[in-house]
């Protein structure tokens, strides 16, 4: 079974920043699947805020354009989502996410992230 291990969410105070990190099997941690992060807030769609595609190409939702960074060590087979300048909008679960090209998809279990003063 393939399984993604979220983990780095928390409480942070407005203008702070979190890391959010990523495991993924070595199966599918290929820079011919789509990799990104969704977020998801009560009462609210899943909404997909980052994501890589062909292993280097990066892009952002407008929410978090020039605060979220993207990345990863292909070296321990995880990606990352540094975020600053949070926001409390930011609240939310965050996921991870791959999909193949096979267009078989896999989510992480989900990290708390919660800004407030």
């Known amino acids: 079974q393939v399984q993604l291990v979220e983990s780095g969410g928390g409480l942070v105070q407005p203008g702070g920043s979190l890391r959010l990190s990523c495991i993924i099997p070595?199966?599918?941690?290929?820079?011919?699947?789509?990799m990104g992060w969704y977020r998801q807030s009560p009462g609210k769609r899943r909404e997909r805020v980052a994501w890589?595609?062909?292993?280097?190409?990066?892009f952002y939702s407008d929410s978090v354009r020039d605060r979220f960074t993207i990345f990863r060590d292909i070296t321990k087979n995880t990606m990352f989502l540094q975020m600053n300048m949070l926001k409390p909008e930011d609240t939310a679960v965050y996921y991870c996410?791959?999909?193949?090209?096979?267009?078989?998809?896999?989510w992480g279990q989900g990290t708390q992230v919660t800004v407030s003063s």
């Open positions: 070595g199966s599918i941690f290929s820079r011919n699947n789509v």
């Open positions: 996410n791959v999909v193949t090209t096979q267009s078989d998809e896999f």
């Open positions: 890589i595609r062909g292993g280097s190409d990066l």
